[in-house]
């Protein structure tokens, strides 16, 4: 018997040809058919379980976890079926299909849910994502290829030395500064005009030039210099003037390896050119550190995803040394 919502009469299931089953299972609202006007009172049926076949209502209206499926069991199944719909491998249109190893890497399975025993496959958060704690768990060696391994063994030696030639360019600004707090001194001292005095100092020369300014770093007056922090530390150099016309021989202490020429056009503006462009390398070069390291993080997450999957699929680990191609484990 069900009772319609409106009028409250009961009805038996034969008397309005509704199986036992449908009544106590999947209507969610009864309208019997002296009540309905079959537009808004109408018999509301719950919706059913997502997987072909099955009669049973779905869990929307479950509050802790809805879902689509009448169990957690269908749902697997579900995703399972929609798998197996997949190519196991790349046919010849490659690129128009994901495979079942690709499509199982956007799944988020149970096992990686911790604490969420028999909870069913649903599409993860990221792609290939792991644990935090994976890397430091695993065996890296049976986790990534000799071929996975060998790119991000580059990829870091790579980031490792844009991470040196930044450190470059932060001593190019470190040098720019000391030549500009001597100009400062200079003027100080009498020696020009903030106006006029040009201040580019000899030992900027090879600002910019990364290999030549590591040489300079390595040199003993490039040494005393970033020691003492002061480019009046060691002995300057004589200084070369673009012009060629003065002095050689310069050992003033203020203004040793400096160009003093009033109005210098061949230095003009050369301490904001020269600190826009280490800005702007470091720039660069952070850039594309960071590039690297998203690449490697995208290796190091498909490669995860693909370890766990294997371990979940077959209950052990292909060890890739032996053949780096991926083959099934069976
Ligand atoms: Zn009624
Ligand atoms: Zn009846
Ligand atoms: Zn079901
Ligand atoms: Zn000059």
């Not at 390291?293 to 680990?317: C, H, I, M």
């Amino acid at each position: 018997m069900i009772a319609c919502d409106r009028c409250e009469d009961w009805f038996h299931g034969d008397c309005i040809g509704m199986d036992k089953y449908t009544g106590e299972n999947l209507v969610q609202k009864y309208i019997c058919p002296n009540c309905s006007d079959g537009e808004r009172h109408v018999t509301r049926y719950k919706k059913m379980c997502s997987l072909e076949g099955c009669v049973r209502p779905a869990r929307i209206y479950d509050p802790r976890e809805p879902s689509i499926f009448c169990s957690e069991e269908h749902c697997q199944t579900w995703w399972e079926q929609l798998i197996a719909t997949l190519p196991r491998t790349k046919g010849t249109n490659q690129f128009d299909f994901l495979t079942q190893e690709e499509f199982m890497g956007l799944l988020d399975t149970p096992q990686r849910r911790s604490g969420e025993k028999g909870a069913a496959w649903r599409l993860g958060d990221k792609p290939f994502g792991v644990s935090d704690d994976f890397w430091e768990t695993v065996d890296l060696k049976k986790a990534l290829t000799a071929e996975e391994r060998s790119i991000l063994d580059t990829s870091a030696a790579e980031r490792y030395a844009l991470g040196e030639e930044i450190v470059l360019c932060k001593k190019m600004l470190q040098l720019i500064d000391m030549a500009l707090k001597r100009r400062e001194a200079a003027i100080a001292a009498g020696k020009g005009t903030a106006k006029d005095l040009c201040g580019y100092d000899v030992r900027l020369d090879t600002v910019g030039v990364s290999h030549q300014f590591g040489a300079f770093l390595q040199s003993s007056a490039g040494e005393a210099i970033f020691k003492a922090g002061r480019l009046d530390a060691p002995l300057p150099l004589p200084p070369t003037n673009p012009d060629g016309n003065a002095a050689e021989n310069n050992t003033d202490p203020f203004t040793a390896g400096m160009c003093l020429k009033k109005k210098c056009k061949p230095h003009v503006g050369w301490s904001a050119i020269m600190i826009k462009s280490a800005k702007h390398s470091i720039k660069e070069l952070a850039a594309q550190a960071r590039e690297k390291l998203a690449a490697e993080a995208r290796v190091r997450d498909s490669a995860a995803g693909r370890f766990r999957r294997k371990r979940v699929e077959n209950n052990s680990v292909v060890v890739y040394d032996s053949d780096p191609a991926m083959e099934d484990a069976e």
